[in-house]
Nanobody, 115 residues
Framework: QVQLVESGGGLVQPGGSLRLSCAASGSIFSIRIMAWYRQAPGKQRELVAK???????NYANSVKGRFTISRDNAKRTVYLQMNSLNPEDTAVYLC?????????WGQGTQVTVSS
């Protein structure tokens, strides 16, 4: 069994920053992809950023230049540094990992950008 524990969400003013973390534990085989998705009320879940085991990254166009994804393989942890946040970034942010043939999701952490 694999558990993903997210942290770092909260309330921030427009223009502010937050750093999300997601730590994986349990019966992990070999994590290939680590990623962050988000889902806002009434909207579909969307990919925010992903990072491969080799460190290659991809970002949604809406967050390019503002968000940075990184991973610490020894700690089995993925991070999302979010800068210049705006109200459109308000959503539940979910951690995702592809571990061998299996996919796992975290429970999500709320990010609210509001003045």
């Amino acid at each position: 069994q694999v558990q993903l524990v997210e942290s770092g969400g909260g309330l921030v003013q427009p223009g502010g920053s937050l750093r999300l973390s997601c730590a994986a534990s349990g019966s992990i085989f070999s994590i290939r992809i680590m990623a962050w998705y988000r889902q806002a009320p009434g909207k579909q879940r969307e990919l925010v950023a992903k990072i491969s085991g080799a460190g290659s990254t991809n970002y949604a166009n809406s967050v390019k230049g503002r968000f940075t994804i990184s991973r610490d393989n020894a700690k089995r942890t993925v991070y999302l540094q979010m800068n210049s946040l705006n109200p459109e970034d308000t959503a539940v942010y979910l951690c995702y990992i592809a571990d061998g043939p299996n996919d796992y999701w975290g429970q999500g952490t709320q990010v609210t950008v509001s003045s």
